[in-house]
């Protein structure tokens, strides 16, 4: 190893080392401004953009997971989003989303009525590879398992959730899922936290339409849609900073 490397790895160290330390079941703010490595992000014309925040989680024997906190400006599908905030701007979730068959037909329909888009702040939850590799422990969980397939390495982590807590009383859990392609592990996904996981859809094919040469076109393209939606949040940092943060290890849930 280089000594560039060398100082680059301890550089990296002193900056966890220096971040908030969280323990499973430990309720904490999502974005506090004051809390180390919290940067607020404006847009060009001086106008709140998003956050950016970081935390170290004590997660037992999966050892000190060094978690990196977003809210970047995105564009999304009503249908496969909520917002926790302003929950008619997005995908309605009630108890249809219960049964996969009524799941099913529900989303299709909504994939129609909610056709539109909607700009917010896409709330993304992970632990890159490097991160990872400043972990002994997860390190060596990495290198044992590193000939298994993206299903079966998720299932490591297949117990560790992020619930996140509502000033409007509402609750929403995802669960950590690790990303082969991307050598990421994301917490990506948000279910309600009283109804657990939603029957899970896999790929659903999804027509769409484009023009080629004067000529409209019909295209079968995929839409995942897993146990759960993506979290959009809204342009309002003291909203932002009122979202409470739980990190729970549950190894009875399947």
Same mark, same amino acid.
């Given at each position: 190893m280089s000594e560039?490397?060398? =100082?680059h790895i301890s550089e990296k160290e002193q900056y966890w080392r220096n971040t908030q330390l969280v !323990? /499973?079941?430990? #309720?904490?703010l999502l974005f506090d401004t004051a809390r180390n490595h919290t940067q607020v992000r404006y847009s060009d014309d001086g106008s709140f953009g998003g956050l950016k925040s970081s935390i170290r989680l004590e997660a037992? +024997? =999966?050892?000190? /997971?060094?978690?990196?906190i977003s809210a970047a400006p995105y564009v999304k599908g009503r249908y496969a989003m909520v917002n926790p905030?302003? +929950?008619? !701007?997005g995908y309605p979730i009630d108890a #249809?989303? /219960?049964s996969l068959p009524s799941r099913i037909a529900k989303f299709n329909k909504m994939k129609r009525e909610l056709s539109g888009t909607i700009q917010g702040l896409y709330l993304f939850v992970f632990v890159t590879t490097e991160d990872m590799s400043l972990n002994g422990r997860m390190q060596a969980l $990495? !290198?044992?398992n590193e000939t298994l397939p993206e299903n079966d390495i998720s299932s490591l982590f297949h117990h560790l959730f992020l619930t996140l807590k509502f000033p409007n009383g509402s609750s929403f859990t995802a669960r950590a899922t690790f990303d082969s392609r991307q050598r990421l592990l994301l917490f990506r996904t948000f279910f309600p936290s009283d109804t657990g996981p939603l029957p899970d859809m896999g790929s659903m094919p999804s027509s769409s339409k484009k023009i080629t040469g004067g000529n409209t076109t019909t295209t079968n393209s995929n839409i995942e849609q897993r146990e759960g939606f993506? /979290? =959009? $949040?809204?342009?309002?940092l003291e909203k932002l900073k009122t979202i409470q943060a739980k990190f729970l290890f549950l190894p009875t849930v399947d």
């Open positions: 560039e490397e060398k =100082l !323990q /499973l079941g430990e #309720e904490f037992g +024997r =999966l050892g000190k /997971l060094n978690i990196s905030f302003e +929950r008619a !701007q #249809e989303d /219960l $990495l !290198q044992e993506d /979290l =959009l $949040l809204p342009f309002d």
